[in-house]
């Protein structure tokens, strides 16, 4: 079904042209030693993995789905699915990031996220199941007790268990300050909890002998609110003194969900009966605790867009070269056939560079921001720390929102390449639009992503983080404001740094007068800051481009017009948005309900 083949190449050029890593973890005491040899070892093996185990099974994955036996409550995943997690954890993949002394292999983030897109290409709805575990490593890392930590990091390390997140409950999503699971505390520290949960994604299956879930609850002397949330430790086996599977516990899946994509992973309703747990971070705390979690799930969800528009370009890439139909306008192109394959027809480029283009924005940005958690985490000076750790928090929700965004046009762009055949499920196109469509909703919707954008990054900090990152941009374009070859790229670029400060405070200036200001703009406002941030990173790609254009490999003449592509076709929806986000409140908020 189709093909994937991972785009080493591209990799490499964002690793080791665009952000020079080897260089950046020269930094880095517990990188130093990472060159371009194992780098390079990495994603050739990784490729290997996700072309040859994971892809085969993405398609049979969807049309068989998961399954729910209500008489042992339990889920059995596609055909397939059991063996290649099997192959993962025996390849050592689960602990590519994860700390040695727990037993993973301390490789870098940076290098972690390159084969996250590869595993995301190959197979979204496979993915999420070590995609989790690896959100539950890293809150676990941060808070959990030494105890916890001793128990459960080794086995998630290696992906012998697997993790959850478990927020949603049927009354609240957005809003977890209304959910309503109890934890009850017990004489030995530890605490019952009673409740049920909703979408929980990987909640029960096959593929791995436990499950950690991570589970929000109230405890009973709770504040109302999102300040009464604590969060819990469940597995659903609760392990023995030595990391033994023991007791199986009150957790239990009630159903799963039908749904429009992502079929071979699991949505679960959870069911908890006063189940056993231990208490993560402080009490009442427990989405500070969570963050960690959602901003690392974040992260992988724009990687899982990213994966699915590579791979839908791909093959609407290949299938625009074979397909014949009609001829050129300009004359016939292939003159010894009937009709001219559709790749020289103007718009099928456009929907062909529009995936290309948001494939390479991604990759670029999403690689970025890896490499500054790599700083956030192991720069021995603390100011550096600091400042990545902020830009990481600028850049998240912009990840989160834009990248997801973009793949739903962009997977939509390449199914509309095959025409009808694009509908029919046995091309697997409309595969890669379904599964892309749930990116955009879950962990926060986009629309909440926007609101923390700009309500709580921007605004609420003053614009301090913004304008740091800004005074980077701003420091790109005076260097090279000046290189004529360049201009293309940088005017555009400074232009729509400019338009970005002015839209931010006059959006600042109305929302003292009006909080639903905020709301009014934040989406198209979050849209044009993710061009401001693709402006800089596509003007910096095309200026190595440039200087390697002469080299006579071929890949830089390539790069150079995607880049354009870019600002002649992308970009300029910057003019439309910056006048949607400036329009105000009134226009959405005038209409009475009643009226509607
Ligand atoms: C397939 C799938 C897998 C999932 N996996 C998990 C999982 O593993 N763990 C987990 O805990 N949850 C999971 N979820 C739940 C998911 O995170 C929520 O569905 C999502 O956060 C939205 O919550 P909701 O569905 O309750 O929508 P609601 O919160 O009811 O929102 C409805 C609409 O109102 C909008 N809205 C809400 N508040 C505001 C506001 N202040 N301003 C503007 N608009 C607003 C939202 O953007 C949305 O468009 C999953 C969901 C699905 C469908």
């Not at 993962?88 to 390159?114: D, R, T």
């Not at 997977?411 to 892309?436: C, F, K, L, N, P």
């Not at 989406?523 to 080299?551: C, N």
Request: glycine share 10%; with cysteine.
């Amino acid at each position: 079904m189709g093909q994937y083949v991972a785009p080493i190449r591209d990799m490499q050029f964002v690793l080791h042209e665009f952000l020079n890593v080897t260089d950046e973890f020269k930094q880095l005491p517990k990188y130093q030693e990472i060159d371009a040899d194992i780098i390079n070892q990495v994603l050739e093996e990784g490729a290997k993995f996700t072309q040859e185990v994971l892809f085969p099974l993405n398609h049979s994955g969807d049309r068989e789905g998961c399954h729910f036996d209500p008489a042992t409550k339990t889920v059995t995943t596609p055909k397939g699915f059991k063996e290649a997690y099997k192959q993962y954890v025996e390849g050592g993949w689960a602990a590519l990031a994860c700390e040695p002394e727990y037993g993973g292999q301390g490789l870098p983030v940076s290098l972690n996220n390159s084969f996250y897109e590869m595993l995301n290409s190959s197979n979204q709805a496979w993915s999420m199941y070590p995609g989790l575990s690896h959100g539950a490593y890293e809150c676990l890392m941060e808070h959990g007790t030494e105890e916890q930590k001793r128990l459960y990091l080794p086995k998630l390390a290696t992906g012998e268990w697997t993790g959850t997140m478990c927020l949603t409950e049927a009354h609240c999503g957005t809003d977890l300050g209304m959910l309503r699971s109890k934890a009850e505390p017990q004489a030995d520290g530890s605490y019952l909890i009673s409740g049920s949960k909703i979408f929980i994604s990987a909640g029960e299956h096959d593929m791995s002998e436990n499950i950690v879930h991570l589970v929000l609850a109230r405890l009973p002397d709770a504040p109302e609110g999102s300040k009464g949330i604590s969060l819990f430790l469940v597995p659903k086996f609760l392990p023995t003194a030595d990391g033994a599977l023991g007791e199986r516990n009150g957790i239990f899946c009630g159903a799963i969900e039908e749904k429009m994509g992502i079929h071979g992973n699991s949505t679960c309703q959870m069911n908890l009966d006063g189940a056993r747990g231990t208490l993560i971070g402080q009490p009442h705390k427990g989405l500070q605790a969570m963050f960690v979690f959602m901003n690392a799930a974040r992260l992988g969800v724009g990687m899982q867009s990213l994966g699915l528009t590579e791979v839908a370009y791909q093959n609407a890439l290949a299938y625009a070269k074979d397909r014949i139909q009609m001829r050129s306008l300009s004359g016939p192109k292939a003159p010894d056939k009937p009709a001219d394959p559709i790749i020289v027809h103007p718009d099928v480029r456009r929907m062909l560079l529009t995936a290309k283009a948001y494939a390479e924005g991604a990759r670029a940005f999403t690689s970025y921001v890896a490499l500054q958690i790599d700083r956030e985490l192991n720069h021995p000076d603390e100011a550096v720390r600091k400042e990545a750790a902020d830009e990481v928090a600028l850049l998240t929700p912009i990840i989160k929102a834009f990248i997801t965004d973009n793949g739903w046009i962009a997977t939509s762009e390449a199914m509309q390449v095959y025409g009808g055949h694009g509908y029919i499920a046995e091309w697997g196109m409309e595969q890669y639009v379904r599964d892309a469509r749930i990116n955009m909703i879950y962990e926060g919707t986009n629309t909440v992503q926007s609101l923390d954008l700009l309500g709580r990054k921007i605004l609420m900090d003053n614009g301090a983080k913004l304008r740091k990152f800004g005074e980077k941009i701003k420091g790109f374009v005076e260097e090279n404001g000046l290189d004529e070859s360049l201009s293309e790229f940088v005017t555009p670029l400074g232009e729509l740094g400019e338009k970005v400060s002015k839209l931010t405070m006059e959006i600042g200036m109305k929302a003292f007068q009006n909080p639903d200001e905020v709301g009014a703009a934040a989406v198209p406002y979050l849209r044009v800051v993710g061009h401001l941030v693709y402006s800089y990173f596509f003007a910096q790609m095309a200026k190595i481009a440039l200087a390697k254009q002469d080299s006579g490999d071929r890949f830089y003449e390539a790069k150079l017009a995607t880049a354009r592509f870019y600002f002649a076709r992308l970009y300029p929806e910057t003019a439309m948005l910056i006048r949607q986000a400036r329009s105000g409140a009134s226009n959405l908020l005038a209409l009475d309900v009643e009226l509607f």
